[in-house]
């Protein structure tokens, strides 16, 4: 059964770093381009960052930049989000998809392919 499973949310102050995983069971992550997206109470879905499936080429939102970083580590079939300098404004549901051979920027804009459960993240003080 082919799963994405998030990781690494919680309850974190402003200015603080959480790191989100996202783990691949019942195919291997290689020629994916996987993608995180967040989703806030009574706002649409956003593609915070992409990464492809060969050249680690990389897409990040604006709102972003600077301060989140993705990566991915196919032999341990996980893709990272490390979330730093965090704001209020980053609080909602973290959710990776993993879509086969698409374009990164494509992937980040319309989402699509294979989705997980999502993991809350939270910043307040």
């Known amino acids: 059964q082919l799963q994405l499973v998030e990781s690494g949310g919680g309850l974190v102050q402003p200015g603080g770093s959480l790191r989100l995983s996202c783990v691949a069971s019942?195919?291997?992550?290689?020629?994916?381009?996987i993608g995180w997206f967040r989703q806030a109470p009574g706002k649409e879905r956003e593609g915070v960052s992409c990464?492809?499936?060969?050249?680690?080429?990389?897409y990040y939102a604006d709102s972003v930049k600077g301060r989140f970083t993705i990566s991915r580590d196919n032999a341990k079939s996980t893709v990272y989000l490390q979330m730093n300098s965090l704001k209020p404004e980053d609080t909602a549901i973290y959710y990776c998809?993993?879509?086969?051979?698409?374009?990164?920027?494509?992937?980040?804009?319309?989402?699509?392919?294979?989705w997980g459960q999502g993991t809350q993240v939270t910043v307040s003080s």
């Open positions: 998809a993993a879509e086969f051979l698409v374009n990164v920027q494509t992937m980040c804009l319309i989402g699509t392919g294979y």
């Open positions: 019942g195919f291997t992550l290689d020629n994916y381009v």
């Open positions: 990464i492809s499936s060969s050249d680690d080429t990389t």
